[in-house]
């Protein structure tokens, strides 16, 4: 019940093994403490001591890449990620939060540099303690919004959260839970670049690209997405002091998003504009329009 500011410093020893050209594996081992200061709002928070927890963490991946670059945002070829992570509290037994996943890109070039790129994610967690991931948005995005109405399972002991993209054409939290899918398919045509077969030195220019886009992913908790454990299909309606109402109910976890968007360099930065219409369980949602600033999914 009370606001806090976090503060974590970690300290950290990465050894990486590259055993071929485009093959490596990666391990570390870190120290992480995170600092809990009550903010200030009443004499009540305010006599409100610090609180710090430690942790160890541990890290590996297996990491393949042969993709080739043929522009800034533009790629041909295969890359991707698997990888696992273990965080212990080192003040309190009984505890351990296991993470696993993937990350799979591909880029097809369909004509000189105009690029279908293709992305695969899956992401879990396990054990005494796990991490919630909240799909919607997407990365680097100024002013993001969270969902407040979809329902998060209070019976899972989530410690730490991430955010999911993309999931275009919905705010944050459109889906949650300790394991998700998505799945980004983009069309990528840099226009002066591809009609203009010489140099160009203008930054903006040069950069200027047009996408077409298609996200499809579900977040869930529970055995799979539809199963009753899956918080999304429990509707709580209460209204105090003394009706409580569960409703149960069976709403289509996969949610798709679709639109275009805009691409290029800005005072050195790259900056997208996206405009995305959401479908959830079956219905059509308004647009949501984007800025960002990063490159690739």
């Known amino acids: 019940s009370f606001l806090f500011r976090t503060l974590v410093h970690e300290a950290r020893y990465t ?3 590259p055993f071929n050209p485009v093959s490596s594996v990666e391990a570390s081992i870190a120290y992480r403490n995170d600092r809990l200061v009550i903010l200030s709002v009443d004499g009540f928070s305010a006599i409100q001591p610090k609180q710090s927890e430690d942790r160890g963490v541990l890290r590996a ?5 042969n993709s080739r670059k043929l522009g800034l945002n533009l790629y041909d070829g295969l890359r991707f990620k698997v990888f696992t992570e273990y965080y212990r509290n080192l003040s309190i037994s009984n505890t351990g939060l296991h993470t696993a996943g993937i990350d799979f890109r591909h880029y097809l070039p369909l004509h000189r540099t105009f690029i279908w790129a293709n992305r695969l994610a899956y992401g879990t967690s396990f054990g005494k303690e796990k991490l919630v991931h909240f799909m919607g948005g997407v990365d680097n ?4 919004q969270f969902d407040y109405e979809t329902p998060v399972a209070t019976d ?3 410690i730490f959260q991430t955010v999911v993209t993309n999931m275009r054409g919905f705010i ?3 889906r949650n839970g300790n394991n998700f899918v998505v799945i980004n398919s983009e069309l990528r045509f840099p226009v002066f670049k591809y009609l203009l077969n010489r140099p160009i030195r203008n930054d903006f220019i040069a950069n200027f690209q ?5 996200d499809v992913g579900t977040a869930w908790n529970g055995p799979n997405p539809w199963s009753e454990e899956n918080a999304l299909n429990n509707l709580v309606i209460s209204k105090p002091p003394s009706i409580r109402v569960t409703v149960d109910r069976q709403k289509n976890p996969i949610v798709y998003g679709t639109g275009f968007g805009l691409r290029t360099r800005l005072f050195g930065y790259f900056v997208r504009a996206d405009w995305a219409w959401g479908i959830d369980d079956g219905q059509v949602m308004p647009s949501v329009f984007y800025f960002s600033m990063s490159t690739d999914f």
Do not use: C, M
């Open 156 to 158: 899972e002991n989530y």
């Open 141 to 144: 995005e100024f002013s993001p």
């Open 172 to 174: 944050q939290n459109i």
């Open 15 to 17: 050894a990486r093994w």
């Open 61 to 65: 991946a297996y990491i393949y890449d």
């Open 210 to 214: 047009t996408v077409g886009f298609l």
